[in-house]
């Protein structure tokens, strides 16, 4: 009866290897976690990118000129919610030249 009493418990070793374990999966599970909303926000901004020089393109064949900078763009009749940022870096998006295209924004490069 007295081995009955003492089984109830888990012992150290048995904490210590289910800890052990938890330990493994978390530095497995983690770092994949964090690279895959990475590269979500990344293909979020170039897709944000695409949006933007899609409007910049129906802007142009409206207006018969291109957009002078992202302020002609802010109507709602282009972005219903405003303009995007970048979800990596929350910069502004910024129209480049003459051929008013996006290529980046204005913090932070990817």
Do not use: W
């Amino acid at each position: 009866m007295a081995s009955k009493l003492r089984r109830r418990a888990f012992s150290l070793l048995e904490l210590l290897a289910v800890v052990v374990i938890l330990g493994v999966i978390a530095l497995v599970v983690i770092p994949r976690i964090n690279f895959s909303s990475t590269t979500a926000k990344e293909n979020c901004c170039f897709q944000n990118k695409a949006e933007i020089n899609a409007a910049v393109e129906r802007y142009n064949f409206e207006n018969g000129s291109l957009p002078n900078n992202m302020n002609d763009l802010d109507d709602p009749a282009f972005f219903p919610e405003g303009l995007p940022d970048c979800p990596v870096s929350g910069g502004k998006y910024v129209l480049f030249g003459a051929t008013g295209r996006v290529n980046g924004h204005t913090v932070g490069s990817h």
